[in-house]
């Protein structure tokens, strides 16, 4: 398994923009987030595999940009058009084999008001 530290996470308004980052200490195929608010079930966000390949969670289509940079072992969560419902902790995960990941970092707070 691989180390994960998230930062980013903050408080922004309704249509504001954010961007998560998450550091992974080795190489992994498959990197996603997932974001639990409270009282809810976690849920998936975006994932992207190592030859780019990404799929997303209906609700963030077209607001959500995932992207990795191989060499810095680093993912992204780029968010944009906020809504308040998207007020969560948000998690990167990594190593994934038949719908299971197997490394979880820590979580950062995204709060919309």
């Known amino acids: 398994h691989v180390q994960l530290v998230e930062s980013g996470g903050g408080s922004v308004q309704a249509g504001g923009s954010l961007r998560l980052s998450c550091t992974a200490s080795?190489?992994?195929?498959?990197m996603g987030w997932f974001r639990q608010a409270p009282g809810k079930e976690r849920e998936g966000v975006a994932a992207?595999?190592?030859?780019?390949?990404?799929t997303y969670a209906d609700s963030v289509k077209g607001r959500f940009t995932i992207s990795r940079d191989n060499a810095k072992r680093t993912l992204y969560l780029q968010m944009n058009s906020l809504k308040t419902e998207d007020t969560a902790a948000y998690l990167c995960?990594?190593?994934?084999?038949?719908?299971?990941?197997?490394?979880w970092g820590q979580g950062t707070q995204v709060t919309v008001s």
């Open positions: 995960a990594a190593d994934c084999s038949g719908g299971l990941w197997a490394s």
């Open positions: 080795g190489y992994t195929y498959c």
């Open positions: 992207i595999d190592s030859d780019g390949t990404t």
